[in-house]
């Protein structure tokens, strides 16, 4: 089949920057419009403004209806939403079963209002854990809602939409097998540069840091493994360039990355959660993760079900409260966070998430039952590294692959491969592969941990 993307590929440069143009403004029309969008544009404000205890009653009495609405129009809730009072609308949320990516897939239909679903209204899709993808549907009031909540967010940031921004996002619009510039794309309708991540290597990276230089945005926006290969290249390439801000999502942020951005740009990252279910939570100016009650109620859950208090990591459970025409209750997300209980004293009276842990997939479980699921801990001192990735080929054997930079000698590798096995514990093995690049997903987003014991998926290294 051949889709917009096939067609946008096959074309020569100038055709392919006015189809891009002219599918950017349609889908502009189409969601940044309406009530919705204004509604959603200015729900962090109103976080600002109004008290946690108004805002929880309003959450509740939102999440009343939305239970009630569904309860009666979708038959696969009819059973699964025991029936209730506005009291203890709380513990009937907490009584229906979570629902993974895979029970949503196979309920199909049951899982979608009928009626609505006659209505114009938007298809995603998203990888299974199966790799079998899942496609959600929303109501354009709910796509709406939810451009709005991220617009609202990047401009409580200073994100000012008169000025030009960059875009390192995973839409493929150049085809692979190009070997000279141009590797972007300019966006007349977003007032957007789109850079093709897919095209960043060490030899391409003078060309894309020139047309930095040259288009000069503002702010930048994308998968933060993309933001720090810029980085790093315009730290090597010694250039000029300085962006106000930089804006994440995605991918799990590592704090390696926003020193890297200090350190480059000299601005901060500010990095939001967000996926099938709509925005999730976002950072404010102090670094923690809010999260938005009059969309979603989040929950942080452990293996069996139960609520987590804070500081202990657990899986995020999100009900959407914005798309009744194929609702997501208690949805497993299969992302790993920690609630936090400090006030956090910047404004918005929302509750808070400490972490962002990543994904469960990403877990990797060392023999002694530890579990590991981030990068961070190993790379805390790690010098000369673009990009890591730690596999875990069987129990006992992790190889971490490494794209080096300049300076990464025998020294590096000894403090690396120390601080790797102190973390790691005894009775591991630990071998360090360096290697050009590092394969991203399908969608060019990278995995920084990666098991391979129990699925045998998901070893995508190049060597060479
Ligand atoms: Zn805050």
Same mark, same amino acid.
């Given at each position: 089949?051949t889709?917009?993307?096939d067609?946008?590929?096959?074309?020569p440069?100038p055709?392919?920057?006015l189809?891009?143009n002219?599918?950017a403004?349609?889908?502009?029309?189409?969601?940044?419009?309406?009530r919705?969008y204004?509604? +959603?544009r200015g729900?962090?404000?109103?976080? &600002?403004?109004?008290?946690?205890?108004? @805002?929880? *009653?309003?959450?509740? /009495? %939102?999440l009343?209806?939305?239970?009630?609405r569904?309860?009666?129009?979708?038959?696969?809730?009819?059973e699964?939403?025991?029936? +209730?009072t506005?009291a203890?609308?709380?513990? &009937?949320?907490a009584s229906?079963p979570? @629902?993974? *990516?895979?029970?949503a /897939? %196979?309920?199909?239909?049951?899982?979608?209002?009928s009626?609505?679903?006659?209505?114009?209204h938007?298809?995603?899709r998203?990888? +299974?854990?199966?790799?079998?993808?899942?496609?959600?549907?929303?109501?354009?009031?709910a @796509?709406?809602?939810r451009?709005?909540i991220?617009d609202?967010?990047?401009?409580?940031?200073?994100?000012?939409?008169?000025?030009?921004?960059?875009?390192?996002g995973?839409r493929?619009f150049?085809?692979?097998?190009r070997?000279?510039?141009?590797f972007?794309l300019?966006?007349?309708?977003a007032?957007?540069?789109?850079?093709?991540?897919?095209?960043?290597s060490e030899?391409?990276?003078?060309y894309?840091?020139?047309?930095?230089?040259?288009?000069n945005?503002?702010?930048?926006?994308?998968?933060?493994s993309a933001?720090q290969l810029?980085?790093?290249g315009?730290?090597?390439l010694?250039s000029?360039?300085r962006p106000?801000?930089?804006?994440t999502?995605s991918e799990?942020?590592?704090?390696?990355?926003?020193a890297?951005?200090?350190?480059?740009?000299?601005?901060?990252?500010?990095?939001y959660?967000?996926?099938?279910v709509?925005?999730v939570?976002?950072?404010c100016?102090?670094?923690?993760?809010?999260i938005?009650p009059?969309?979603?109620?989040?929950?942080?859950?452990?293996?069996g079900g139960?609520?987590?208090?804070?500081?202990?990591?657990?899986?995020?459970v999100?009900?959407?409260?914005?798309?009744?025409?194929?609702?997501?209750?208690?949805?497993?997300t299969g992302?790993?966070?920690?609630w936090?209980?400090?006030e956090?004293g910047?404004g918005?009276?929302?509750?808070t998430?400490?972490r962002?842990e990543?994904?469960?997939?990403?877990l990797?479980i060392?023999?002694d039952?530890r579990?590991?699921?981030?990068?961070?801990?190993?790379l805390k001192?790690?010098?000369?590294?673009?990009?890591?990735?730690?596999?875990q080929?069987?129990?006992d054997r992790?190889?971490?692959?490494v794209?080096?930079?300049?300076g990464f000698d025998r020294?590096c590798?000894d403090h690396?491969?120390?601080?790797a096995l102190?973390?790691?514990?005894?009775?591991?093995?630990?071998e360090?592969?360096?290697?050009?690049?590092?394969?991203?997903?399908r969608?060019?987003?990278l995995?920084?941990v990666?098991?391979?014991?129990?699925?045998?998926d998901?070893?995508?290294q190049?060597?060479?």
């Open positions: 089949m889709t917009v993307t067609l946008l590929l096959a074309m440069h055709a392919r920057v189809a891009a002219v599918v403004y349609r889908l502009d029309r189409q969601r940044r419009a309406g919705a204004v509604a +959603g729900l962090i404000e109103e976080y &600002r403004k109004c008290e946690w205890n108004d @805002l929880e *009653k309003r959450q509740h /009495r %939102l009343l209806g939305f239970l009630e569904i309860k009666h129009r979708i038959p696969f809730y009819r699964r939403i025991p029936g +209730g506005a203890d609308v709380a513990s &009937r949320l229906i979570p @629902l993974t *990516k895979d029970e /897939r %196979l309920a199909g239909k049951g899982l979608i209002d009626e609505m679903a006659r209505d114009r938007f298809v995603g998203t990888s +299974g854990s199966t790799g079998t993808p899942f496609v959600f549907r929303l109501t354009y009031d @796509l709406r809602c451009v709005g991220r609202g967010f990047y401009e409580l940031h200073g994100f000012d939409f008169g000025e030009l921004n960059l875009r390192l995973g493929l150049v085809r692979a097998a070997k000279r510039p141009p972007w300019r966006d007349h309708v007032n957007q540069v789109l850079f093709s991540i897919y095209h960043f030899g391409t990276m003078p894309f840091v020139e047309a930095l230089e040259k288009y945005p503002r702010y930048i926006t994308g998968y933060p933001v810029l980085a790093s315009c730290r090597d010694g000029r360039y106000k801000g930089v804006f999502d799990t942020v590592l704090d390696a990355q926003r890297l951005v200090r350190e480059v740009w000299g601005c901060e990252i500010h990095d959660y967000g996926m099938e709509g925005w939570a976002g950072q100016a102090r670094g923690a993760y809010h938005s009059l969309t979603s109620v989040v929950e942080v859950l452990d293996e139960n609520a987590l208090p804070p500081g202990v990591p657990g899986e995020i999100v009900t959407d409260l914005t798309n009744p025409l194929m609702p997501l209750v208690r949805y497993r992302d790993l966070a920690v936090s209980d400090r956090c910047c918005w009276h929302t509750p998430l400490e962002i990543g994904r469960m997939d990403d990797v060392l023999p039952g579990k590991i699921g981030r990068l961070d801990h190993i001192s790690a010098a000369n590294i673009r990009e890591a990735q730690l596999v080929e069987k129990l992790f190889v971490l692959y794209v080096p930079e300049q020294n590798e690396l491969r120390r601080d102190a973390r790691l514990g005894r009775g591991v093995s630990f360090i592969r360096r290697v050009h690049r590092l394969d991203k997903t969608t060019g987003k995995r920084s990666v098991s391979l014991v129990g699925n045998g998901g070893g995508n190049k060597d060479g």
